[in-house]
């Protein structure tokens, strides 16, 4: 089967000269992104790693950072994408946890809080790594896929859980060009395409925004953060010729924050869709979207890094099913099983999502056992299926509607959410008794930690100060958006605290 980064190099061949990524501004052409993959590519193998040897990628999305992707790929290595922003103590985690090689940072990049605690052989830094510094090296990189075949890792993306329950989810080349062949079976192709992106590398929704348009031979086009001023926005469209976004539902809500007195249509008339994943678009959105953008299709679409994308709502259809996600994507299928694992038929029951397709990852690295609770052989008349934890109904036409998580666990603005950890933190304070946390819908994040707190007799504590001493002790995305105090907390007939009973609205939250 044909490697990921062997497409970029064939674009490179054909078309050198066409700009194949825009990154806050800077462009490159096919020609030297690959010719800069390839002294990646030539850096790693001059270490004399083995093949199945990973590269531990931790930098921001840039230029630079794209063509080390891609020659980490091209050198036959295993890519395994962090989180620039994580703190050092899950970083160390991180690498430790995959036994990274080598690890790839910025040439401004601090490595002090990592001395003594990992078992890297090599750091190389990507500020050495300038395209004009290498302009005389142009010779063919010698071929070189280590031997890794398309059911074998290629790479690992870590999930955003807390430090003990990040996961590296290993997927292989057949993973990767699976989920590009679907996903490019409804968007259409992308050889034309300028695809606008503002979600990060490390995360795969952001890595598949930015290498899909490149596999194709279109334009991908990425921003570390999104404009200050909604018409600013409006602007780097036009400005790009933006013919696509694939983007989270915050973006949307942002882009709905534009003055529609001073916004102009006509000036953005390259833009064809609207590409949105993480949660269910709210209908409120979706009437103003088409009043914003009569003539843009909107794509509503239900993933995971686990298996990539798992269902998409056609555009034609967003009117009559808000809240739904769609029908799984073409080389998926999608099963409800109830508690006891026996498959929902019934419309409108609520059912745990079971997915089946050759986009589903090979496995947890380093995680066995927790592989086997989630990916089974031989089930449903699948040779592998996976379970996704996310709880769904079906309506009599086999449109999905996303209900919650099994586990409790939610998303925030793509980082999961952790009740739990965010609860024990809260009791370690002096002045608390007890706490629950639940998921508290919000129009930007999708959901964001609400915790309702029970103080010890005779204590004081502010909403305030709560939220400030969790932001000494979690990380952001952990910390809760609001706060509410009571007397007491509601119990289940065991007499046990349940957040159930709190979204359900058992008392006043």
Same mark, same amino acid.
């Given at each position: 089967?044909?490697?990921?980064?062997?497409?970029?190099?064939?674009?490179?061949?054909?078309?050198?000269?066409?700009?194949?990524?825009?990154?806050?501004?800077?462009?490159?052409?096919?020609?030297?992104?690959?010719?800069?993959?390839?002294?990646?590519?030539?850096?790693?193998?001059?270490?004399?790693?083995?093949?199945?040897?990973?590269?531990?990628?931790?930098?921001?999305?840039?230029?630079?950072?794209?063509?080390?992707?891609?020659?980490?790929?091209?050198?036959?290595?295993?890519?395994?994408?962090?989180?620039?922003?994580?703190?050092?103590?899950?970083?160390?985690?991180?690498?430790?946890?995959?036994?990274?090689?080598?690890?790839?940072?910025?040439?401004?990049?601090?490595?002090?809080?990592?001395?003594?605690?990992?078992?890297?052989?090599?750091?190389?830094?990507?500020?050495?790594?300038?395209?004009?510094?290498?302009?005389?090296?142009?010779?063919?990189?010698?071929?070189?896929?280590?031997?890794?075949?398309?059911?074998?890792?290629?790479?690992?993306?870590?999930?955003?859980?807390?430090?003990?329950?990040?996961?590296?989810?290993?997927?292989?080349?057949?993973?990767?060009?699976?989920?590009?062949?679907?996903?490019?079976?409804?968007?259409?192709?992308?050889?034309?395409?300028?695809?606008?992106?503002?979600?990060?590398?490390?995360?795969?929704?952001?890595?598949?925004?930015?290498?899909?348009?490149?596999?194709?031979?279109?334009?991908?086009?990425?921003?570390?953060?999104?404009?200050?001023?909604?018409?600013?926005?409006?602007? @780097?469209? *036009? =400005?790009? /010729?933006?013919? #696509?976004?694939? $983007?989270?539902?915050?973006?949307?809500?942002?882009?709905?924050? +534009?003055?529609?007195?001073?916004?102009?249509?006509?000036?953005?008339?390259?833009?064809?869709?609207?590409?949105?994943?993480?949660?269910?678009?709210?209908?409120?959105?979706?009437?103003?979207?088409?009043?914003?953008?009569?003539?843009?299709?909107?794509?509503?679409?239900?993933?995971?890094?686990?298996?990539?994308?798992?269902?998409?709502?056609?555009?034609?259809? @967003?009117? *009559? =099913?808000? /809240?739904?996600? #769609?029908?799984? $994507?073409?080389?998926?299928?999608?099963?409800?099983?109830?508690? +006891?694992?026996?498959?929902?038929?019934?419309?409108?029951?609520?059912?745990?999502?079971?997915?089946?397709?050759?986009?589903?990852?090979?496995?947890?690295?380093?995680?066995?056992?927790?592989?086997?609770?989630?990916?089974?052989?031989?089930?449903?008349?699948?040779?592998?299926?996976?379970?996704?934890?996310?709880?769904?109904?079906?309506?009599?036409?086999?449109? @999905?509607?996303?209900?919650?998580?099994?586990?409790?666990?939610?998303?925030?603005?793509?980082?999961?959410?952790?009740?739990?950890?965010?609860?024990?933190?809260?009791?370690?304070?002096?002045?608390?008794?007890?706490?629950?946390?639940?998921?508290?819908?919000?129009?930007?994040?999708?959901?964001?930690?609400?915790?309702?707190?029970?103080?010890?007799?005779?204590?004081?504590?502010?909403?305030?100060?709560?939220?400030?001493?969790?932001?000494?002790?979690?990380?952001?995305?952990?910390?809760?958006?609001?706060?509410?105090?009571?007397?007491?907390?509601?119990?289940?007939?065991?007499?046990?605290?349940?957040?159930?009973?709190?979204?359900?609205?058992?008392?006043?939250?």
């Amino acid at each position: 089967m044909k490697q990921f980064h062997d497409y970029v190099k064939d674009h490179a061949e054909r078309t050198p000269d066409k700009i194949a990524l825009t990154i806050s501004g800077r462009k490159i052409t096919y020609g030297a992104l690959d010719e800069l993959a390839c002294v990646v590519a030539r850096q790693l193998v001059g270490t004399g790693m083995a093949a199945s040897d990973r590269v531990a990628l931790h930098a921001p999305t840039s230029i630079e950072t794209i063509a080390c992707a891609l020659g980490v790929m091209k050198a036959g290595f295993v890519l395994a994408l962090m989180h620039y922003g994580i703190a050092a103590e899950k970083l160390i985690h991180q690498l430790n946890d995959i036994k990274a090689k080598t690890l790839i940072v910025p040439a401004s990049a601090s490595l002090v809080e990592l001395t003594g605690k990992v078992h890297l052989q090599f750091v190389l830094h990507m500020g050495d790594w300038h395209t004009s510094r290498f302009a005389g090296l142009n010779e063919a990189f010698p071929e070189c896929d280590g031997g890794l075949e398309g059911s074998e890792v290629r790479v690992i993306f870590h999930t955003s859980g807390s430090t003990k329950d990040s996961k590296g989810v290993a997927v292989s080349n057949s993973n990767m060009m699976a989920a590009y062949t679907a996903v490019s079976s409804y968007l259409g192709d992308f050889a034309d395409a300028v695809i606008l992106n503002f979600s990060p590398l490390h995360f795969d929704y952001g890595f598949y925004n930015i290498m899909m348009p490149l596999l194709g031979g279109g334009h991908s086009v990425s921003e570390n953060a999104l404009p200050e001023q909604p018409e600013h926005l409006l602007d @780097l469209i *036009q =400005r790009r /010729g933006i013919t #696509g976004m694939h $983007i989270l539902p915050p973006a949307i809500h942002y882009l709905l924050q +534009a003055d529609p007195d001073t916004f102009q249509p006509q000036k953005i008339k390259s833009l064809k869709y609207i590409a949105s994943s993480g949660q269910a678009l709210p209908p409120k959105h979706i009437q103003l979207l088409r009043a914003l953008l009569p003539g843009v299709a909107v794509y509503s679409m239900y993933g995971l890094t686990e298996c990539k994308r798992v269902a998409y709502l056609p555009p034609e259809q @967003l009117d *009559q =099913r808000p /809240g739904s996600v #769609g029908k799984a $994507i073409p080389g998926v299928k999608v099963f409800l099983v109830d508690d +006891a694992g026996q498959l929902i038929t019934r419309p409108d029951c609520v059912g745990e999502l079971v997915v089946a397709g050759d986009l589903v990852m090979l496995g947890y690295w380093n995680k066995p056992e927790l592989t086997r609770q989630v990916v089974k052989n031989n089930l449903f008349g699948e040779t592998r299926v996976y379970f996704t934890g996310d709880l769904f109904k079906r309506d009599s036409e086999q449109y @999905l509607y996303f209900v919650g998580r099994k586990d409790n666990v939610f998303t925030r603005r793509t980082f999961q959410v952790n009740p739990r950890e965010i609860e024990h933190v809260i009791v370690a304070h002096e002045a608390v008794s007890e706490a629950v946390v639940i998921a508290f819908p919000d129009e930007v994040a999708g959901q964001v930690p609400k915790a309702c707190v029970v103080l010890k007799e005779g204590h004081e504590l502010s909403a305030d100060a709560l939220i400030q001493y969790c932001a000494t002790q979690l990380d952001w995305y952990m910390v809760p958006a609001i706060v509410s105090f009571h007397a007491a907390l509601p119990r289940n007939l065991n007499g046990k605290t349940t957040a159930h009973l709190l979204a359900a609205g058992a008392i006043a939250i």
